[in-house]
T-cell receptor
């Protein structure tokens, strides 16, 4: 158990809908990262937050947005869903004290868009 | 553009023998490299890392080798055990250059099966 929690574990929805994925980082970690893993692909970095502020952005679609709240949990919002958005979405957290801080991953949310 | 490549989608090794997983990268800005292990229905778990100032890092049965000139790293598992069966992801970042923990760029993974 990494200490990073993600809800829900599974999500099935229809095209055009909007969903929210939730992540709670490990106690003491200030930074949250979101990654997407599509079928047979590596994890693709989406976005990073540090202490409530956006720190870095990857290949995140405009239909996707995220935020980190004062209690440090984060939410990833996916809207106008398309079939191609079906994937595993992972959240990771780290302390961000040094440049080699380990990112600890949650179990992921499996999103299926029908 | 796949900046981190794991060209072997799968590898089968007998228990007790050495497992060697390979990874190549193209971005010369990468200076910190990690291996993660992933079991089904779980998130990736950190295994071992190496910074670009080293060419070898060892942790128990796991050793990572880095060849900067070839832009190649490998993970050696000796001896391999059935519990090592999982998908192994190579990841890289430019953390040392940026001075802060930054995004990871992952390979597509190698599925290791350790047989009895």
């Amino acid at each position: 158990d990494s200490g990073v929690t993600q809800t829900p574990k599974h999500l099935i929805t229809a095209t055009g809908q909007r969903v929210t994925l939730r992540c709670s980082p490990r106690s003491g970690d200030l930074s949250v990262y979101w990654y997407q893993q599509s079928l047979d692909q590596g994890l693709q970095f989406l976005i990073q937050y540090y202490n409530g502020e956006e720190r870095a952005k990857g290949n995140i679609l405009e239909r996707f947005s995220a935020q980190q709240f004062p209690d440090l949990h984060s939410e990833l919002n996916l809207s106008s869903l398309e079939l191609g958005d079906s994937a595993l979405y992972f959240c990771a957290s780290s302390v961000v004290v040094s440049s080699t801080d380990t990112q600890y991953f949650g179990p992921g949310t499996r999103l299926t868009v029908l | 553009d796949q900046q981190v490549k794991q060209n072997s989608p799968s590898l089968s090794v007998q228990e007790g023998r050495i497992s060697i997983l390979n990874c190549d990268y193209t971005n010369s800005m990468f200076d910190y490299f990690l291996w993660y292990k992933k079991y089904p229905a779980e998130g990736p778990t950190f295994l071992i890392s190496i910074s670009s100032i080293k060419d070898k890092n060892e942790d128990g049965r796991f050793t990572v080798f880095l060849n900067k000139s070839a832009k190649h790293l490998s993970l050696h598992i000796v001896p391999s055990q059935p519990g090592d069966s999982a998908v192994y992801f190579c990841a890289a970042s430019a953390s040392l250059t940026t001075g802060t923990a930054s995004k990871l760029t992952f390979g597509t993974g190698t599925r290791l099966q350790v047989t009895l």
